[in-house]
């Protein structure tokens, strides 16, 4: 397989992870929460999820590269991988002008990565 196979083929894992309600939920809960991320426990009180579903929801967002955890005692911390947040959103607007950063211009004021082409244009 070649890079871009194998880049496309994680993205299309990731995107499969969040294309569920609720893990897509958990994702957006962890981008709120930030890099000190949320116990498991936690997330699915607040999402009003039975914990072994959230654990489910959990194991798949990790398998899938998008989330880490870590250990704190008793509680397992979930957080968002934002370099694989980044990657994701980078893959799916890399060549969003070709070229043409005026292509772009829906995106102006959006905080995200361009291509290089757009570098120079006032998105």
Known sequence: MTDTEVSAKKIV?????????TR????????EAGPEGIPATAIAE?????RNLMSTHLNILASAGLTTTRRDG???YHAVDMAAARDLISFLVKDCCNGHPEIC???AGVDMPIRECCEDATL
Do not use: H, K, M
């Open 46 to 50: 607040a999402l009003d999820v039975r």
């Open 13 to 21: 894992t990731r995107l499969s992870a969040l294309a569920q309600d």
């Open 105 to 107: 211009q829906e995106l």
């Open 24 to 31: 897509l939920r958990v994702f957006r809960l962890l981008i």
């Open 74 to 76: 008793r509680r397992i």
